[in-house]
């Protein structure tokens, strides 16, 4: 028998519906029954995620300065609330967690509105637009870089870090296995949705500058978008090297698991992901993203030194060819900051988590949940 639904809402994006997808396995694993609330663009991953029942819910960016625009988005946001309102008091969740984005808000305003148990979790070490509203307003946030101590929300605020997904945990049991002279080296390489144009161009154009005997050794992983693949393509097979280029992987966790290097941006996720299985990165925080959140989770594991981050106005072919070409030679350096990176994961964080839904939807406050692990 269940012991209640819990019900996520999460944007559509991988930063956003992963760690929800951690999250839900451990609450199934609990005995409770899990939904989730998020837009058209997750379908991608509607096939793993764990849930009873999938919700699509109005949303609205509120991103435009054009008035008849603004109103549009309102009106999105307010037709959404009230479907959301209308799901909630079907459902009955025990409690409504938000993961951030802005298909979070209509069933986070009428959970609270309703008086449903309410909580977000914050990927990044500086708080999103939608979570950033809706904060003042639920009970309870935990965070994947946040701080418990410092901030407007620290009080009610725990630093869980972030759930990894099962394929992660599973992938962080491999240990690392330095590539040494005259063996394959495994460079997995990817961006997300809005940070892979900028590798598409620089990373084949990196590739060739290197020594023949090094690119020979070379094994890559690359994420691309649809539009670049066929100049991507062209390049790889210019240079006669070994490539698996796709938009998508769906086996990227064990990818990261066999590779030697990762070079990448800084999404929450990602950072939380490599540090998990233990992989040593060349960060490169995306220069557009609001806040500059990247570039804040980015230094948190630089800190440890499992990670270099290098900003994408330095980062030119000839220094990502550079830095290949040392590390490539330097096995026992890459080694050392796999195993810094290692040491700054958090892989309990979803049942730490998952631990923090059962005591708000229990009716218990941030400080006695704070009190009950001291």
């Known amino acids: ?25 451990k609450l199934r694993e609990r005995g409770y029954s899990v939904h989730l ?13 764990p849930a009873d029942e999938i919700h699509v819910v109005p949303s609205a960016t509120i991103g435009s300065k054009n008035p008849v625009a603004v109103a549009r988005s309102l009106w999105k946001l ?20 938000g993961f951030g984005g802005y298909p979070t808000v209509p069933p986070l305003l009428a959970a609270t509105r309703l008086g449903v148990p309410s909580m977000l979790h914050e990927q990044n070490a500086v708080m999103g637009r939608a979570n950033k509203a809706l904060a003042p307003r639920v009970r309870a946030i935990a965070g994947g870089f946040l701080s418990e101590s410092d901030g407007t929300f620290s009080d009610k605020t725990v630093a869980t870090g972030n759930p990894v997904r099962p394929a992660i945990l599973a992938a962080a049991e491999q240990p690392y296995k330095p590539s040494h002279p005259g063996e394959d080296f495994n460079l997995v390489v990817f961006g997300g949705s809005q940070g892979a144009q900028y590798f598409s161009k620089a990373m084949p ?29 062209g390049c790889v097979a210019q ?9 998508f992987f769906n086996d990227m966790a064990e990818r990261l698991a066999k590779a030697h290097l990762v070079i990448c941006r800084s999404g929450a996720s990602t950072v939380s992901e490599i540090s998990v299985i233990g992989r040593p990165a060349v960060l490169v925080p995306y220069p557009h993203a609001l806040d500059h959140d990247q570039a804040a989770n980015a230094a948190a594991l630089a800190a440890t030194g499992g990670a270099k981050v290098i900003a994408q106005s ?14 490539m030679n330097d096995p026992e350096k890459l080694a050392n900051m ?6 700054a994961g958090k892989p309990d964080a979803a049942n730490l988590l998952a631990d923090m839904v059962e005591a708000i939807a229990a009716g218990k406050t941030v400080a006695e949940f704070k009190g009950a692990r001291a």
């Open 1 to 25: 028998m269940s012991k209640g639904i819990v019900l996520l809402a999460a944007g559509g994006t991988g930063g956003h519906v992963f760690p929800a997808e951690a999250l839900a396995f």
């Open 37 to 49: 609330v998020t837009d058209s663009r997750a379908e991608r991953y509607a096939g793993k995620f």
């Open 78 to 97: 307010w037709t959404g609330m009230r479907s959301a309102k209308r799901l909630i008091q079907r459902l009955k969740p025990v409690i409504v967690v």
């Open 205 to 233: 154009t990196a590739i060739s500058l290197i020594d023949d005997a090094l690119r020979a050794r070379l094994k890559v992983t690359q994420q691309v978008r649809p539009e670049d693949m066929d100049m991507v393509s």
């Open 239 to 247: 240079l006669q090297m070994g490539a698996d280029i796709a938009p």
């Open 314 to 327: 330095e980062l030119s072919p000839e220094r990502i060819a550079s830095i290949l070409t040392h590390v």
């Open 338 to 343: 796999a195993a810094a990176a290692k040491l």
